[in-house]
């Protein structure tokens, strides 16, 4: 059971919510079973959800892993090399790609997690240095999104009381940009982006793996890879449907569709290239 926990600044304690609950409720427009679930757990033992820091590198590394891996085996089937080669470079790819992507996402997000923080101790300094400046600029910018000026005054007065609070409201409102947790890890986004790539990455190469001994042609091969390949990419979309809320054929459509297409241009680059080849040789261009 989902629950979040929201700290009150600086204490101890806090409401726990059953997120799950809740969204079941919204999803049914049940007004009665929204108020339990915001109103009926507030002694319940308190737990803290962070799947949604995950599930975007998963859903990034996943697709990309399924797409990049078969436009290997798409352009090395239509060019026409053998199992062998599909299977080396397919592998090599995929373990390069995926370490590359994975520590990419890490260093991406810790650059920009360090900026961010940069940005707070600026902002943290202006308030110590003159807390009615910051107090001014976040009335006006209440103000000019409709706020009364009497009650931006009071809201944002109230809120500078609690400074660390303030200076990342501040953050948000006037640059945009959301502090991160304490607790978050850039290496571990980057390890879920290197496993997800890995994990559905490695389904377009297991019809060369699994048949390699049956001597099936060549274009069968690339036939159950192409289905192996359908099928990952409609279980993504299903898997993305669990946190986005669209419907999960709608999800699945459109991952399989998105990705099918770039599939399909691979295998079209692959074999045009191929062809020329085969023709530059036949008319003795190439030696």
């Keep these: 059971m989902d629950k979040v926990t929201p700290q009150a600044g600086g204490g101890g304690g806090g409401i726990t919510r059953d997120l799950g609950a809740a969204k ?3 999803k049914g427009g049940d007004v009665t079973a929204s108020k339990s679930a915001h109103d009926g757990l ?9 799947t ?14 399924i797409i990049t891996t078969f436009a290997v085996v798409a352009g090395a ?3 026409g090399l053998g199992t062998n080669v599909i ?15 994975g520590v990419g996402d890490a260093l991406s997000t810790k650059a920009e997690n360090d900026r961010i923080m940069k940005e707070r101790e600026r902002e943290a300094w202006e308030l110590a240095n003159y807390k009615e400046g910051e107090i001014k600029e976040m009335v006006e910018l209440y103000v000019e999104r409709g706020m009364s000026h009497k009650d931006a005054e009071i809201c944002i007065r109230l809120m500078a009381k609690y400074e ?6 501040m953050m948000v409102e006037e640059l945009g940009l959301q502090v991160p947790d304490e607790d978050e890890n850039p290496w571990f986004d980057g390890l879920i982006t290197f496993s997800a790539f890995v994990l559905f990455g490695i389904f377009p190469l297991l019809a060369y793996v699994l048949f390699a001994n049956m001597e099936l042609e060549l274009g069968t091969l690339f036939a159950i890879a192409c289905a192996f390949t359908a099928v ?3 279980a993504l979309g299903v898997f993305k449907s669990q946190f986005s809320g669209q419907h999960w054929v709608a999800s699945g459509m459109e991952i399989l569709l998105l990705g099918g297409t770039t599939a399909a241009v691979s295998f079209l ?3 045009i290239v191929e062809d020329f080849m085969a023709s530059s040789e036949a008319a003795g261009g190439l030696h």
Aim: glycine letters at 14%.
């Design 24 to 26: 079941e409720a919204y």
């Design 42 to 50: 507030l002694n319940a033992p308190e737990s803290h959800n962070k």
């Design 52 to 65: 949604g820091d995950w599930i975007k590198s998963m859903v990034y590394g996943g697709l990309d892993g």
């Design 77 to 79: 089937s239509g060019g």
């Design 87 to 101: 299977l080396i470079l397919g592998f090599s790819n995929m373990f390069a790609d995926a370490l590359s992507m």
């Design 164 to 169: 660390d609070f303030f200076v990342d409201v």
């Design 232 to 234: 990952m990419l409609f």
């Design 269 to 271: 680059i692959g074999w």
